[in-house]
């Protein structure tokens, strides 16, 4: 049995074959994760329904199980017709926050505009997008994963 919060199959196959600098996509349920990722990474959806799972559980899932280097968040871009909604950082970001402290992880959350963070995304080292049925606004991460002998 496995001794960890992660119990996905596939998430941990392709989690086990990545490396050091690798990127994984913790998607929201609005993102375009089949058209908008890198040309070698593989897809996971995971929508039951809308709301579950949350990005934020997932991203604890994974702390609990590889090392991550750094957390970009899709920042929210002021020009952008669906920024008004959202003054000051998404709410979703302090939980963020708040999961990556309790993680022990040493890193921060980065914001990556919107469009830089779509080609951030189109990037070789991204392996994996996490396709999660969350609804709260700008709420994507991309994560490096670390290495493990740090």
């Given at each position: 049995?496995?001794?960890?919060?992660?119990?996905?199959?596939?998430?941990?196959?392709?989690?086990?074959?990545?490396?050091?600098?690798s990127q994984?996509?913790?998607?929201?349920?609005?993102?375009?994760?089949?058209?908008?990722?890198?040309?070698?990474?593989e897809?996971?959806?995971?929508?039951l329904?809308p709301?579950?799972?949350?990005?934020?559980?997932?991203?604890?899932?994974i702390?609990?199980?590889?090392?991550?280097?750094?957390?970009?968040?899709?920042?929210?871009?002021?020009s952008d017709?669906?920024?008004?909604?959202?003054?000051?950082?998404p709410?979703?970001?302090?939980?963020?926050?708040?999961?990556?402290?309790?993680a022990?992880?040493?890193?921060?959350l980065?914001?990556?505009?919107?469009?830089?963070f779509?080609?951030?995304?189109?990037?070789d080292?991204?392996?994996?997008?996490?396709?999660?049925?969350?609804?709260?606004?700008?709420?994507?991460?991309?994560?490096?994963?670390g290495?493990?002998?740090?």
């Amino acid at each position: 049995m496995l001794n960890t919060a992660l119990l996905h199959p596939e998430i941990l196959r392709i989690l086990a074959r990545s490396g050091h600098h690798s990127q994984v996509l913790i998607a929201d349920g609005n993102y375009p994760a089949e058209n908008a990722r890198g040309p070698r990474a593989e897809l996971v959806s995971l929508q039951l329904m809308p709301g579950v799972p949350t990005v934020a559980q997932v991203l604890e899932a994974i702390l609990g199980t590889v090392r991550v280097d750094e957390v970009h968040t899709m920042g929210v871009d002021r020009s952008d017709s669906y920024a008004a909604a959202t003054p000051g950082d998404p709410p979703v970001w302090a939980e963020y926050r708040r999961i990556i402290a309790a993680a022990g992880a040493s890193c921060d959350l980065v914001p990556i505009l919107k469009w830089d963070f779509y080609k951030a995304v189109a990037s070789d080292a991204h392996v994996l997008t996490i396709q999660t049925a969350d609804t709260a606004p700008w709420a994507n991460l991309l994560l490096s994963l670390g290495c493990r002998t740090f």
